[in-house]
């Protein structure tokens, strides 16, 4: 699609923040009469209940919901019948809160099949996103392109053949079963640009590193290296770990760029379905949902909510 395609569809639903704050408030239960805003500080406060429901202010909810419906990408865009607002805000809900189908039906009064079905649905559309929005930079000259970590995440117990536990899935952070993904965040912008994963928590952050086509190998032909913590073992030519022939400066500097990495990882998780509610759906719904997280904390970055710089 091209600029003059979206200036031309009739079906193109682009909202104000403050038309999606009232219609995602009044999906909730909130009247009129209460939503009328009086001063700044009332709209910061229904701004922060909006999100406390759908993992986003208003106008980070416009900006993805725009896109799905003028993006290029075939596997994120929504065709004019497929452009139901309550849905997308019930999928939304989903991501950050992770109810069970009894909780959903009893928040929104709709059939579980219904909330099922859609949720899927606008959940890899979002995800889908990632193409556009989670890419790797051309850093230049500067040899540290970013910083890299996994981070674990709880699911329920898998079954396994022989065990009445799968080795492979258990996490030694959370121990209980889980996921464990690749991150790496740009040092130089409030940007994610690279995600792999999810693996069972049995694969360490070097296996995942390693791994046929990962980012060991990206690393090494763009001739560029990453800082990580003393997990990462072994690969010098491309990780920067802590060092103690570091200088104070140097040393600081890879805290700091640490400290960053663990404020995204937080972000992600702000979602419950990629936090401690113990995922349920497998390992390939939990990439669908882990990937819309990051796309969504990736436009809460570049909407207003961006890291510290290093």
């Not at 403050?18 to 500080?41: A, F, T, V």
Request: a neutral charge; glycine letters at 6%.
């Amino acid at each position: 699609m091209t600029d003059s395609d979206d200036d031309a569809d009739p079906h193109l639903q682009v909202l104000t923040p403050e038309e999606m704050l009232q219609h995602g408030m009044k999906l909730i239960g909130w009247n009129e009469r209460q939503l009328r805003r009086k001063s700044k500080k009332r709209w910061r406060k229904w701004c922060i209940l909006f999100a406390a429901d759908f993992g986003a202010k208003p106008h980070v909810v416009c900006q993805i919901w725009e896109d799905l419906q003028t993006t290029a990408l075939k596997e994120a865009y929504l065709h004019p019948n497929q452009r139901n607002l309550d849905q997308f805000l019930y999928a939304l809900h989903f991501l950050k809160a992770y109810p069970t189908e009894k909780q959903r039906q009893n928040k929104w009064h709709v059939c579980d099949r219904l909330l099922r079905d859609s949720g899927w649905f606008f959940v890899e559309r979002i995800a889908a996103l990632k193409e556009l929005k989670i890419v790797w930079l051309n850093t230049g000259n500067d040899i540290w392109c970013g910083s890299v970590d996994g981070t674990h995440i709880k699911s329920w117990e898998p079954t396994h053949d022989k065990y009445p536990k799968d080795p492979s899935a258990f996490s030694w952070k959370h121990h209980s079963a889980g996921f464990n993904c690749e991150v790496v965040l740009s040092l130089k912008e409030s940007k994610i640009i690279w995600l792999n994963g999810p693996f069972e928590a049995g694969t360490n952050d070097i296996s995942m590193f390693t791994a046929q086509g990962g980012l060991c190998e990206k690393l090494r032909e763009a001739e560029k290296m990453v800082i990580a913590d003393n997990g990462y073992r072994g690969y010098d030519d491309v990780i920067s770990r802590p060092n103690s022939i570091d200088s104070p400066e140097v040393a600081k500097f890879k805290n700091r760029a640490r400290c960053r990495h663990e404020a995204v990882n937080g972000m992600i998780k702000h979602y419950k379905c990629t936090d401690s509610a113990a995922f349920q759906h497998g390992i390939d719904k939990f990439a669908l949902c882990f990937d819309a997280a990051a796309v969504i904390t990736q436009y809460r970055m570049e909407l207003g909510e961006p890291l510290f710089e290093v």
